[in-house]
């Protein structure tokens, strides 16, 4: 067991017949005495320095591990967004190329059925011609006829008989 500095002031020596001064061993135990406290109130202070020393180093170790499991998981984190992104843009891709071969077959479609409709247009447009222009030439016969040549060599002798026979030629036509 360590001496304390009151083991050290306790201490006494025995006598002999020429032994030390007494007040100068008294004096330099006193100043052991002084030195010793001194030594040991450092000693404990040194000890509670490396005791908070060592705990602040146990927190900063936990820190560090903490971080390093931290960084770890964050890095597993972003890989896992990065696939699940590459295979979400995979996806929307495909679906993208879906649309637009729908959305390209429906336009062929449309295209198909409005050429188809122009020609039929087209068809109805030379039959209306054709019935038109088959409707102006009757019209034109008739305007040739020399029926009208007729009426203008028409005399107007009797009026009652220009009547009736007007009559009966619009019940004709």
Not at 15 to 26: A, I, L, T
Not at 77 to 98: H, S, Y
Request: aromatic share 6%.
């Amino acid at each position: 067991m360590p001496l304390t500095p009151l083991d050290i002031h306790n201490k006494e020596f025995s006598r002999g017949f020429r032994g030390y001064d007494e007040d100068e061993v008294n004096e330099f135990l006193d100043q052991v005495i002084k030195d010793y406290e001194m030594v040991i109130r450092e000693k404990k202070q040194l000890e509670e320095k490396v005791k908070e020393l060592t705990e602040k180093l146990n927190y900063f170790t936990n820190i560090e591990e903490t971080l390093n499991k931290s960084i770890l998981i964050a890095q597993e984190t972003a890989e896992e967004v990065k696939r699940n992104a590459q295979k979400e843009a995979k996806l929307i891709i495909k679906e993208a190329e879906k649309n637009a071969d729908r959305i390209i077959s429906e336009a062929l479609a449309k295209t198909r059925k409005i050429a188809m409709e122009v020609e039929e247009l087209k068809r109805q447009a030379k039959v209306f011609r054709n019935r038109f222009k088959m409707l102006i030439e009757a019209q034109l016969d008739m305007l040739n006829n020399d029926d009208w040549d007729h009426l203008l060599d028409y005399k107007l002798d009797d009026e009652d008989k220009l009547d009736d026979e007007a009559v009966k030629e619009m019940s004709q036509s």
